[in-house]
């Protein structure tokens, strides 16, 4: 069964940075992409970026290109979103997914950007 937990949510002031952790068991991590989508307070989940299998094919929103990355580590079932210069409209929940599969989410990670 998929398993997705993320972790490094927390409160940052605008121009700061977060990098978030999504650990994934119950299949086999190294032969899919990976996703990441937030939702913020009243707004829809939105996608942020992607990555293939073997990190060959990238892309990110255009909202956050130039200030977010993601990554990954198929040794140890992790996917990575490192965001910097965080803007306020970047509070929202983080969600990592399996791409393709629309059924199973983390439970989020929580980031807020705010003085």
Aim: charged share 15%.
């Amino acid at each position: 069964q998929v398993h997705l937990v993320e972790s490094g949510g927390g409160l940052v002031e605008p121009g700061g940075s977060l990098r978030l952790s999504c650990v994934a068991s119950g299949f086999t991590f190294s032969s899919k992409g990976m996703k990441w989508y937030r939702q913020a307070p009243g707004k829809e989940r939105e996608f942020v970026a992607t990555i293939s299998a073997h990190e060959d094919f990238v892309r990110v929103a255009d909202s956050v290109k130039g200030r977010f990355s993601i990554s990954r580590n198929n040794l140890q079932n992790t996917v990575y979103l490192q965001m910097n210069n965080l803007h306020p409209e970047g509070t929202a929940v983080y969600y990592c997914g399996v791409w393709g599969d629309a059924g199973h989410w983390g439970q989020g990670a929580q980031g807020t950007v705010s003085s």
